[in-house]
């Protein structure tokens, strides 16, 4: 079946690098862009931006630029967030989410990766 | 950005009963606008896209209405595992936005 599927939880150093997986299967890889969603402890949820998995090109959101990178490994099917020089800010769940065109919403969600930072 | 705002944030209600939540944007959207539910420990789902349609596999007693900057909401009866967080989402401009949710407790 279609699914999302991300790599486990993760407890790091402030200073560190975090790289967090995001492996698809059950359709067309190409097909679909892949978003990053942030939820912070006690917050709500926030679009980190995307990736297109055509050419591989991120788009970052206002805020997550810098030291946050999105990429991707096509043969194996599988988005990639990497968060560096880790703050205790960075401490949240991360979800990544296709959509096959912006405008009609996220399909499909991965179950989420926790990140600690301390 | 496009600046979306729900209301309201909670929300108390008991089995059986009909709620709805509200998202304005700060312009116009026309139709491009999401709804999704949270669990703990759960993945976020889909439930309505471009303002009112179903996305599949969706109970009916979920829906959607609005357009421009004024949305709603509605679960025409509630069922206990309707509790949960309600986000919105526009996907009108290409920089996505989500509302700050409205949680949805048991009375």
């Known amino acids: 079946q279609v699914q999302l599927v991300q790599s486990g939880s993760e407890l790091k150093k402030p200073g560190a690098s975090v790289k967090i997986s995001c492996k698809a299967s059950g359709y067309t890889f190409s097909n679909y862009a892949l978003n990053w969603v942030r939820q912070a402890p006690g917050q709500g949820l926030e679009w980190m931006g995307w990736?297109?998995?055509?050419?591989?090109?991120?788009t970052y959101a206002q805020g997550f630029t810098g030291r946050f990178v999105f990429s991707l490994d096509t043969s194996v099917s599988t988005a990639y967030l990497e968060i560096r020089s880790l703050e205790a800010e960075d401490s949240a769940l991360y979800y990544c989410?296709?959509?096959?065109?912006?405008?009609?919403?996220?399909?499909?969600w991965g179950q989420g990766t926790t990140v600690i930072v301390s | 950005d496009i600046q979306m705002t729900q209301s309201p944030s909670s929300l108390s209600a008991s089995v059986g009963d009909r709620v709805t939540i509200t998202c304005r944007a700060s312009r116009s959207l026309t139709r491009y606008l999401n709804w999704y539910q949270l669990k703990p420990g759960k993945a976020p789902k889909l439930l309505i896209y471009a303002a009112s349609s179903l996305h599949t596999g969706v109970p009916s007693r979920f829906s959607g209405s609005g357009s421009g900057t004024d949305f709603n909401f509605t679960i025409s009866s509630l069922q206990p595992e309707d509790f949960a967080i309600y986000y919105c989402q526009q996907s009108y401009d290409s920089s996505l936005t989500f509302g700050q949710g409205t949680r949805l407790e048991i009375k």
């Open positions: 990736v297109n998995t055509n050419t591989g090109y991120p």
């Open positions: 989410a296709r959509h096959e065109g912006f405008h009609y919403g996220m399909d499909v």
